[in-house]
């Protein structure tokens, strides 16, 4: 019986420490402030790595972000470098085909950003320059929107090289997320003398439903316990506490 009793004590042991060891893996791309740039100590910050922390505590997990750039995240997740994708990566039809998605854990439009009293329809960048994140839906959109109506699109790896290349006249125009292009240019030194303008861009065929989690088709049980763990943390505060870090508004949308 005593026996009995210790083997019990240890299964019971290795179970515990088999659930602590736990750990997933997300991987991120750390050029797209405020949601996550490279830190002074060379680690990756900003909401998306605090939101994944977030949900690794309600999902008694430990976290590892793992850095990836933009174009390289789905290959790397269906090539496991990692577990999932937690990166402001809209959810849209056409990725939906390469990756399943947890719910929406933020959304916000995107917008145009260029030099003050630019005005902006479909032929206002005919003969001129849009820089765009290469391979995001600003990309797709701009190619069916401006593209066609005579615009060129210069695609970056890096938001912040279209910044740059704006600034110094390279380009005249940058399509991005709203957030990201606030944040991380209109609100620098850097950004003076320019600002959004034209109108939101929303459209769900183009723009999705939102930012979600992305995980390797068919991993729906990873996608169940995302789904319960965003669930929680807009629950208890969690959440919250992430996005008013970083923002003055709601960001999940309605």
Known sequence: ??????????????????AQAETIRFGIDGNYPPFAKQGADGKLQGFDVDMANALCT???????????????LIPALN?????????????????MKAVDFSNKYYHTPSRMIAKEGTKVDQNSFKGKKI???RASIQEKFAKDYWAK???SLVAYGKVPEAFLDLKSGRIDG?????????????????????????????????FGRG????????????????????????????????????????????
């Open 1 to 18: 019986m005593k026996k009995a009793l210790i083997l019990a004590a240890l299964a019971l042991s290795a179970a515990g420490m088999s």
């Open 58 to 72: 309600a999902m008694k997990v430990t976290c590892q972000i793992v850095p990836q750039d933009w174009d390289g």
């Open 79 to 95: 090539a496991n470098k990692f577990d999932a994708i937690l990166s402001s990566m809209s959810i849209t039809e056409e990725r």
């Open 131 to 133: 820089g765009v994140l």
């Open 149 to 151: 109506s005579g615009a």
């Open 174 to 206: 940058v399509f991005v997320d709203s957030v990201v292009g606030d944040t991380d240019f209109l609100k620098s030194s850097q950004g003076k003398g320019y600002a959004f303008v034209g109108p939101d861009y929303n459209d769900a065929k183009y």
């Open 211 to 254: 930012a979600g989690i992305a995980v390797k088709k068919g991993n729906s049980a990873l996608t169940e316990r995302l789904n319960k763990a965003i669930e929680q943390v807009r629950k208890d505060g969690s959440y919250k506490k992430v996005q008013d870090k970083y923002f003055n508004f709601n960001v999940y949308g309605n």
